[in-house]
């Protein structure tokens, strides 16, 4: 991975998946396992977290019974983030008209915490799995 994709707070895998980077360095980063375990791991060991169905639903996207592949987010008032079979797009509202912007291709948590960030200013909240 490449340093300069991340910031403190991001899910990444290495020695352990799902760590949060709490210190980036120029060749390791410090993170803290789920169980809060501290491990310092040099940057080419470093594996970003894919976006799966799971990770989606813990980073609070919403699913359909009806539509397989369908999520969506409610980022903020003025935000809505939708998915569909790999599609994303953002949707907003522009003079009171629904707009959709396409995205680009969320592939990793790290990716799409770092959205949510640049648009809102905030973190995206991450509830614990079932497996923690």
């Given amino acids: 991975m490449i340093s300069t994709e991340l910031r403190i707070g ?5 020695d352990a998946k799902g760590m949060r980077v709490v210190a980036i360095l ?4 410090i993170a803290v396992t789920p169980q809060g375990n501290e491990i310092t791991q040099r940057m080419e060991l470093i594996k970003p977290t894919e976006l799966t169905d799971e990770w989606k639903e813990r980073l609070g996207f919403k699913g359909t019974d009806t539509r397989k592949g369908f ?3 409610q980022v903020n008032k003025s935000i809505l ?3 569909d079979k790999g599609k994303w797009e953002l949707m907003t509202r522009i ?4 707009t959709a912007f396409p995205c680009p291709q969320l592939k990793y948590v ?4 770092n959205l949510i ?3 809102t200013g905030s973190e995206i909240e991450i509830k614990q799995s079932k497996y923690e």
């Fill in 10 to 14: 991001n899910v990444i895998d290495g």
């Fill in 26 to 29: 120029n060749d390791y980063i």
């Fill in 71 to 73: 999520y969506h987010l």
């Fill in 81 to 83: 983030l939708l998915v």
């Fill in 95 to 98: 003079n009171k008209i629904p």
């Fill in 110 to 113: 790290h990716s799409l915490q």
């Fill in 117 to 119: 960030f640049a648009l």
